[in-house]
């Protein structure tokens, strides 16, 4: 029973939290204690949801997990308060009103087993009663030595009224910073009027800190970005950084709690341990609380940036059926060359030393020629890593040269080289060398970006904000979410996907991608989606997870290759049916079938209650029936192909250009308009109006129009903007 009225007010505080029906939120967490997927949940469990999308649906989990953690801790904190037989009625409701662990934590540590203090030292020695004597400050006459002298004992280290006053001072100063009221309030006060201060420890070398040198801002103003670029250079020994505050407010809030009889004779030694409690003891904490904090906001910022820009990433659109030829930049090590069929499939590859110190510039010309003409090369994508600008104006001279339609564009290399060397690598070319495989995923982030991309460590990919910074393991979790939900918002090729493509779709862990893997090896293709149900591993709740995810364009079945659900099958037969068409002729119908819907003069209400289904389930089977084989990526901006070279000195303030956004962060969106570098267009050049998040006038990926503001050719920076006057 008790477990049920707790489920019912997490369900509660979490509903009126996000603003959402109770009745919503209660089904949602069933379905997630279910072990079903966000994916799963938000696109085949509308009805059950309220049509609740996965942004939603997350926040329900998060602060699920966050209400059953609260949960469990207060039980653990109640049970050893109890154990030490300290359990008031008071502080019992203090715990269980409490809403964040923090509040929790305040209130346990005054209880909590900790290592021998001062103040306990002092408790030893039998002092315990002289610090209640002080705190109670019912004296105003007599002698203050007098009082204290009773506690003299020289077998417990108490030799002087002195030293028996200093103690009792211990004692107070830690019962005032583990006192939970004043913890909240200098906590509050902190975080209203605190300073973040830094300096450099060596202000002749800056370096990169440099804006952080000599830096002062209030904690209520800092922005994410600056807090962890404080942090980093603090935890590369760089930089000296402080969360200041005015000492004596602080002390005053302290006071108005504990001085009650400013006449006291105990009032100076009060004092005296309200100062010590503070500058020793809850200052430092608190900061310290405070710090951890803003550094975890920052974080959660952080990660949300980063997860923001790789979804965009992975869903950047496919350059469907042309061949790719992929090529690694190097100088040096010289310019690996790898060509791929329009499948993906390893063609074959060289190596070629454009640059010095070999400088066969001609000879690499030609090489690429004939590779270019023997396997009929549409495009050539170029790794950004070191050696690309030159490589580029290579190609740029061979594209002028060829008596074909040839095109190249610039491809983000981040992670090759992780992948390269990776055992996912290794089993997909166990014949060449690690540094002849970069240049096949290169050229396969053009082809499919998707199943390219989920090879990689998400984090190495190189489109966020202080990634290497925030909580590492914070970061894959949002990561592995985000790979997630593209990888199920597009659907995968049961026939073609890769066990590291597989493992991302609802419901198939890493062994169940492996044995789909294997079956497909051993059985040939799949011919259905039932046929899934013979693969190890693959049980009935695997299934219903999975399948709807997983197509087969060419299947026996037509639904079989569209987004429609198994389980929505019948249904589906029945609302084909009832526009006199078949099941064999909707894959070269389905515009009929998108004719004869949009002119059912019945309501949908009435048209899914004859097909068994609900009206958003309904909803989503005409738009699958309608569009069977779209692919939302290619509703995305198209790579900006390229014939030729665009340098600094061709540009000029005033120019307007096409450029891709490449990453968009804090304080504006970086821009590759064909240059080595990338422009940045500062956020109080993205509109006309103010823009708080970039985030929401650009994403990654997205092909926008840019005009130059200022070039510094000696920085190789360059200013764009969005305002195009």
């Not at 009663?129 to 705190?135: F, G």
């Not at 790719?324 to 790898?338: F, H, N, Q, S, Y």
């Not at 997983?550 to 290759?561: M, Q, T, Y």
């Amino acid at each position: 029973m008790g477990t049920r009225l707790q489920e019912k007010t997490f369900t509660t505080s979490i509903a009126a939290a996000l603003g959402l029906p109770a009745a919503q939120v209660s089904q949602t967490m069933q379905l997630l204690d279910s072990d079903h997927t966000v994916p799963f949940i938000a696109r085949y469990r509308k009805e059950v949801t309220g049509g609740l999308d996965e942004v939603q649906i997350r926040d329900i989990e998060d602060r699920l997990r966050y209400a059953r953690n609260l949960a469990e801790r207060k039980t653990t904190v109640l049970e050893s308060i109890e154990k030490q037989g300290k359990l008031t009625r008071e502080l019992q409701e203090k715990i269980a009103r409490a809403t964040i662990l923090r509040e929790v934590e305040d209130l346990y540590l005054p209880y909590k087993p900790k290592r021998r203090t001062r103040a306990t030292m002092a408790r030893e020695m039998g002092l315990g009663p002289l610090a209640e004597m002080l705190l109670a400050q019912e004296l105003e006459s007599g002698s203050l030595l007098d009082c204290a002298e009773p506690f003299i004992r020289p077998e417990k280290n108490v030799t002087s009224a002195e030293s028996a006053l200093a103690g009792a001072r211990d004692i107070i100063a830690e019962t005032i910073a583990e006192d939970a009221d004043i913890r909240k309030s200098i906590r509050a006060f902190t975080l209203r009027t605190g300073m973040m201060t830094s300096k450099a420890k060596d202000s002749d070398k800056p370096g990169v800190n440099e804006m952080y040198a000599d830096y002062r801002e209030p904690v209520t103003r800092i922005l994410p970005h600056r807090i962890l670029a404080v942090n980093r250079g603090e935890r590369e020994g760089k930089l000296r950084v402080a969360l200041v505050i005015e000492k004596e407010p602080a002390l005053q809030i302290i006071k108005q709690r504990y001085v009650t009889r400013p006449n006291s004779i105990f009032i100076e030694q009060l004092e005296l341990a309200i100062a010590d409690g503070y500058e020793r003891l809850l200052a430092p904490t608190i900061e310290r609380e405070l710090r951890h904090e803003l550094t975890e906001k920052a974080d959660k910022h952080a990660i949300a940036v980063f997860s923001e820009n790789v979804k965009n990433l992975l869903l950047a659109p496919p350059v469907r059926d042309k061949i790719i030829m992929g090529i690694d930049p190097g100088l040096r090590t010289g310019c690996k060359v790898a060509v791929i069929e329009k499948t993906g499939k390893y063609l074959q590859g060289i190596t070629i030393y454009p640059h010095p110190p070999k400088n066969r510039w001609d000879y690499s010309k030609v090489q690429l020629t004939r590779l270019i003409a023997e396997c009929q090369v549409d495009i050539v994508a170029i790794g950004n890593g070191t050696g690309s600008r030159e490589t580029e104006k290579l190609v740029a001279e061979v594209v002028s040269e060829m008596d074909k339609e040839l095109y190249y564009v610039i491809v983000n290399e981040a992670g090759a080289s992780v992948y390269s060397a990776s055992p996912v690598a290794k089993e997909e070319f166990p014949d060449l060398p690690a540094e002849m495989r970069g240049n096949i995923s290169i050229a396969r982030r053009l082809l499919d970006p998707l199943s390219e991309l989920v090879k990689i460590d998400s984090k190495s990919i190189g489109v966020g904000l202080y990634q290497h910074d925030v909580n590492q393991n914070r970061l894959s979790e949002s990561l592995d979410r985000v790979v997630e939900s593209a990888v199920n918002y597009v659907g995968v090729d049961l026939n073609t996907a890769s066990k590291s493509l597989l493992r991302y779709v609802s419901g198939i862990t890493n062994r169940g991608a492996q044995n789909i893997v294997e079956y497909r090896d051993t059985h040939g293709r799949f011919r259905s989606r039932a046929e899934l149900a013979d693969v190890k591993g693959i049980g009935a709740a695997a299934f219903t997870q999975a399948a709807g995810f997983l197509r087969i364009p060419d299947a026996d079945l037509f639904l079989d290759s569209t987004a429609v659900h198994p389980e929505s099958y019948p249904a589906t037969e029945k609302l084909i049916t009832r526009f006199d068409l078949s099941m064999k002729e909707m894959k070269s119908k389905a515009d009929v079938f998108a004719a004869r819907i949009r002119q059912e003069k019945e309501s949908l209400g009435a048209l899914a209650r004859d097909c068994g289904v609900g009206v958003m389930t309904l909803q989503d089977i005409i738009a699958c029936l309608e569009k069977p084989s779209r692919d939302p990526r290619d509703e995305m901006p198209k790579p900006i192909l390229r014939t030729d070279v665009l340098k600094m000195a061709d540009l000029r303030e005033g120019m307007v250009l096409k450029g891709t956004v490449r990453n968009v962060v804090d304080f504006g969106a970086f821009v590759d308009i064909g240059l080595k570098t990338d422009g940045l267009v500062h956020k109080s050049q993205m509109s006309n109006r103010y823009v708080k998040n970039p985030m929401e006038i650009a994403s990654v990926g997205d092909v926008i129009p840019v005009r130059i503001l200022s070039i510094d050719a000696d920085r190789n920076r360059i200013s764009l903007s969005m305002v195009i006057e």
